[in-house]
């Protein structure tokens, strides 16, 4: 369903994404894990086509991200690491808003609303405005902005960060419903996390994949805890050593 | 267009539901209606002094309409950064623009709905100050064309600096920022024909076309002049074409 291949993104020097590739299959709830400042964002920012990658490419829902990015927005939803609300709008008025803007048809514009209030519980609070809202119910309108139009691959960016232990369940509960007919990638730097919910496992450190796999082969033998830790060391250790190639050459 | 719509329709509702489109609108008003009734003071003492002289009779249109609408365009320089400055560095700082961004829509469909928004407010503020000099048709006897294509081409100004406080609101995050450069820009173009005096032939011709109030005044004799018009439509079409240039160049930064 997603397949990168030799992502790259530089920030003027910075090089945020350094040549990534994977692949996720259709229906896979992946768990993008690394530590803060790891490029999670950007890669997440280079798939929905918010930022140009800078070399190498991507295909999403099997288009192009670089030579098809219309059609690439049309199948993605996408909950960004703040949810894009409008304080002043309703919440039912802001999930139709953006429905619209997904090409969800007239006829069915109602319906589709109707399904992600009620999917993400916040028929009671559709008439409230969005700057009305708790931090939990935020986040939830913003993952019923991303659902509404049924899209196949849905791109939640820390989708848990800042709320409260019971929020947190909720929000969990509600991508596990989503397991199984959406792809779903989800950025997090929570271990527990990525094992509560996710099938699949992408650990990006220092702008590199670290590891992946499949959560099930993974953890076989090793906690996730030290396949992590592991992972991220390695990768500072092989950057250390690069850095000291360069030096010496 | 059915995004370009959505996007406006969206524009339209938060300004009546938000304070800033009220207040903005109100003081417009006031001011209006407070040069309005200075100029027909000044036109009442005119017809004291004019009854004295018989040959003499000071027209309507000349002494309290122009002078208005001249008046307007400066209030509009001062309130329309303020109308403007939100439409796109707000979105961009509030994280909205990231799913505006990530949505089938283009940038210039965006633009063109922010545009066709802000420019309805602006139409609607216009619209309620129309009842000064349209008073002035039911109870005396003005040229009503005059009035009425001079009101067009205050509403062409208006729009025309709509676009550019857009195009100036899609350089940066800050509302605060796209209001003061806004309110800079607009006064800077305003004045732009104020050293034609001092001139070169050539140059100072230019710089009388480029002066938004001179094509302003064209219209003020009560006939739509092509060239004024297309000199608004340009200006339109600049401050849209900015914008949408911007936001993409942004995007590969």
């Not at chain 2, 129309?130 to 005396?140: D, E, Q």
């Not at chain 2, 600096?161 to 195009?167: D, H, S």
């Not at chain 2, 018009?229 to 074409?241: C, D, H, N, T």
Request: charged share 15%; proline share 5%; aromatic share 8%.
């Amino acid at each position: 369903m997603i397949k990168a291949q030799d992502l790259c993104k530089h920030y003027g020097d910075v090089e945020a994404v350094k040549g990534i590739s994977f692949e996720i299959p259709e229906g896979a709830v992946v768990g993008l894990l690394g530590p803060n400042g790891a490029g999670k964002t950007t890669t997440i920012r280079l798939l929905t086509t918010f930022l140009p990658p800078t070399s190498g490419t991507a295909t999403v829902a099997g288009y192009d991200i670089k030579k098809q990015p219309a059609e690439v927005r049309k199948h993605i939803g996408y909950l960004p690491e703040t949810p894009p609300l409008y304080p002043e709008m309703r919440v039912d008025e802001y999930v139709t808003f953006v429905a619209k803007l997904k090409g969800v048809g007239r006829g069915s514009l109602g319906h589709a609303v109707e399904k992600a209030l009620t999917r993400c519980s916040l028929t009671d609070v559709a008439h409230k405005l969005c700057s009305q809202l708790s931090k939990g119910y935020r986040q939830r309108v913003g993952l019923a902005q991303a659902i509404v139009h049924e899209p196949k691959v849905i791109i939640l960016d820390e989708p848990t960060s800042g709320l409260d232990p019971a929020q947190i369940i909720e929000i969990r509960q509600l991508i596990s419903e989503l397991k199984g007919e959406h792809t779903v990638v989800l950025s997090t730097h929570i271990l527990s996390e990525v094992s509560e919910s996710c099938s699949e496992l992408l650990v990006i450190a220092d702008g590199s994949i670290a590891l992946s796999g499949t959560i099930a082969e993974l953890t076989a033998e090793q906690s996730l805890e030290q396949l992590f830790l592991q992972a991220v060391f390695k990768r500072k250790q092989h950057a250390a050593a690069q850095e000291q190639k360069l030096a010496q050459g | 267009m059915r995004n370009i719509l959505t996007i406006a329709s969206r524009e339209l509702r938060s300004s009546f539901v938000t304070p800033l489109a009220y207040v903005v609108m109100a003081g417009f008003l006031l001011l209006a209606g407070f040069f309005f009734f200075t100029l027909l003071q000044q036109f009442n003492a005119v017809l004291l002094q004019a009854a004295m002289m018989p040959d003499l009779k000071p027209s309507l249109n000349e002494w309290v309409i122009t002078p208005f609408y001249q008046t307007l365009e400066i209030v509009l320089i001062f309130l329309l950064p303020v109308m403007t400055m939100r439409s796109l560095a707000e979105e961009k700082s509030s994280g909205t623009y990231e799913l505006l961004a990530t949505s089938p829509i283009s940038t210039v469909e965006l633009v063109f709905g922010k545009f066709l928004g802000i420019s309805t407010v602006v139409a609607i503020m216009l619209a309620l100050s129309f009842v000064f000099p349209g008073s002035l048709i039911v109870v005396a006897d003005p040229e009503a064309a005059p009035i009425l294509v001079g009101f067009l081409g205050l509403l062409l100004f208006a729009w025309a600096f709509t676009a550019l406080g857009v195009a100036v609101s899609s350089f940066t995050r800050s509302q605060a920022v796209a209001g003061i450069v806004g309110l800079v820009l607009f006064l800077l173009f305003f004045v732009i024909d104020a050293p034609a005096a001092k001139a070169g032939e050539k140059i100072a011709e230019v710089l009388r076309y480029a002066a938004p109030s001179a094509q302003c005044d064209l219209f003020m004799k009560g006939v739509i002049n092509s060239s004024a018009l297309i000199y608004f439509l340009s200006l339109m079409a600049l401050g849209l074409f900015v914008s949408v240039r911007v936001l993409e160049a942004q995007r590969w930064r």
